[in-house]
């Protein structure tokens, strides 16, 4: 190839990157027809004025995702959203029956996802589960409702290897346990150290390495417990405040706590740590409490204090188109943020809390699961 087809061939991808950004902030003025907070909020970091008609607007559709108006954009957008509600889990044990024939109703939880890959040209394709090297699960049970997310560590890239395709391995091997008879619902930490080792005895082997929290909640005690490992993690808020959060683990700056599978001969020169690692963390739910699960990209370009805006809104709310249209805010200010290079976000004000001269977002796989205790 000569330098001049290769500059082309650059600079085509420069366009078409542009062209994908331009796309993400047109997306961000149709948040603000279907969220009122969402769109407050985002105006206010753009510092863009909305049209009249979009102000006041409180149109959200009659629950049919056919009439979602995101399905009418270009899919290399590369947003994806998926609705996992109340509908989706009839006859599994909603009401429970006491020794004196009173019904008494269970907790729900009415769950949803959206995400982007950073790197849309080497995703074009959305995978069920997976935002580039992000990968996530949901899935629900009489006993308990299950959500987790993982981030593919991307240094793997350098040497060959899919970051993407560890993560989605050990999260398809969690939510295959998840259903599983003895499943214990109280021990997230034991789903995560079985899939992880369903991971490592694959006959052929599975390399890389990924972050990883998995909650459940337990319906019979409308308690939550969660096992994270790395610097995705969860927020719980209610009344407009964060009552329950998980903490990073970083061994330093930009390097979390992780699950890995080096190619044999490797081990003892990859950053491996085990699934006893894991923080461990047990809180008693609410009805009315929103829970915010998500890779670092959310947390490294969205401040606390936005998420825990948009998040109150949720309180309460059953309908998962209404909850699918805040998942979407969040993720669309993540993946904006971003990419603005004047954004103070909260990954470069901690690298400069270490003296590390940083400033605007931090590109990367948003992951962005949202979901109200009902």
């Known amino acids: 190839m000569d330098v001049e087809t290769s500059l082309d061939i650059e600079g085509t991808l420069r366009t078409i990157h542009q062209a994908i950004i331009s796309c993400c902030e047109q997306l961000l003025e149709i948040a603000t027809i279907l969220t009122n907070k969402g769109g407050q909020i985002l105006r206010r970091l753009r510092g863009a004025s909305v049209p009249e008609p979009f102000q006041n607007s409180q149109n959200i559709g009659d629950g049919s995702m056919s009439e979602n108006p995101y399905q009418r954009l270009n899919p290399i957008i590369g947003a994806q959203y998926t609705i996992l509600g109340s509908e989706n889990l009839v006859g599994e044990g909603d009401y429970l029956r006491l020794e004196n024939n009173i019904n008494n109703q269970l907790p729900r939880l009415v769950s949803v996802t959206c995400g982007f890959a ?3 040209i080497r995703y074009p394709e959305y995978i069920r589960g997976k935002f580039g090297e992000d990968a996530w699960f949901m899935s629900s049970s009489p006993q308990a409702y299950i959500m987790g997310v993982a981030d593919g560590v991307g240094g793997w890239r350098n040497y060959g290897v899919d970051p993407g395709k560890f993560s989605m391995s050990l999260m398809r091997s969690c939510e295959r346990i998840s259903h599983a008879p003895d499943f214990e619902p109280k021990r997230p930490e034991i789903l995560l150290k079985r899939a992880y080792c369903d991971l490592l005895d694959q006959k052929c082997s599975i390399v890389g390495s990924c972050t990883a929290c998995i909650l459940s909640l337990n319906r019979d005690n409308n308690t939550l417990y969660a096992a994270n490992i790395g610097d995705s993690g969860f927020l719980v808020v209610r009344s407009g405040k964060v009552v329950c959060r998980s903490q990073e683990q970083q061994h330093q700056f930009n390097t979390p706590y992780q699950l890995s599978s080096p190619p044999p001969g490797y081990e003892f020169h990859v950053l491996s ?3 006893e690692s894991a923080d461990t963390i047990k809180f008693p739910m609410e009805q009315g409490d ?4 998500a890779t670092d990209g959310v947390y490294d370009n969205v401040l606390e204090s936005v ?18 249209m805040a998942a979407n805010t969040v993720a669309l200010m993540a993946r904006t943020l971003g990419f603005n290079r004047n954004h103070d976000s909260p990954f470069s004000q901690n690298a400069r809390k270490l003296n590390i001269d940083a400033w605007g977002g931090k590109p990367d796989d948003i992951t962005v699961l949202l979901a109200s205790v009902v």
């Open 273 to 275: 740590d085990g699934p």
């Open 118 to 120: 950073k790197d849309h």
């Open 290 to 293: 929103v829970i915010l699960l």
């Open 307 to 324: 998420l825990v805006e948009v998040l109150t809104e949720m309180s309460g709310i059953s309908n998962s188109v209404q909850l699918q």
